[in-house]
């Protein structure tokens, strides 16, 4: 990877870690958005018989309940929080690209400069004799 390509993706990451720590700062007060351990009752169809279609009996009413989205093959409580968690880093992305475009920016030759100067400092101590 070129360096200056590194250093605008180590200052895109610095940039989202800062506003993660941000926005989590902010969340600590919120609840969590679990429920309570064990069986949930609430997604059982209590008319099924746990004989004949266990199944259905546990997650009846839940099956019900639940529209599968058009661009997924299925749902479940796993596939609600994946999408829960794309959703905010994009959100966090979306935040971080904001703030990286206010920022300054130097300039292409500045930049290629102290790139080159950095190259050359550790070449020649690569170069230096040890003692």
């Not at 902010?26 to 609430?42: L, M, R």
């Not at 997604?43 to 546990?58: M, Q, S």
């Not at 206010?102 to 690569?126: D, E, Y």
Request: hydrophobic content about 40%; proline content about 5%; some cysteine.
């Amino acid at each position: 990877m070129k360096p200056l390509a590194l250093s605008l993706v180590l200052v895109a990451c610095s940039v989202s870690i800062a506003a993660a720590a941000d926005k989590t700062a902010k969340q600590s007060d919120a609840k969590p958005q679990y429920g309570t351990w064990g069986f949930d009752s609430a997604g059982a169809d209590l008319k099924a018989k746990p004989g004949d279609d266990f199944f259905r009996y546990a997650n009846g009413a839940w099956l019900d309940r639940v529209q599968i989205p058009a661009d997924k093959p299925a749902y479940s409580l796993r596939l609600a929080m994946t999408d829960t968690t794309e959703q905010r880093l994009h959100e966090l992305m979306e935040q971080a690209a904001g703030k990286a475009e206010q920022a300054p920016r130097a300039s292409k030759a500045k930049s290629s400069r102290s790139i080159n100067r950095s190259w050359t400092r550790r070449a020649s101590r690569r170069q230096a004799p040890r003692r």
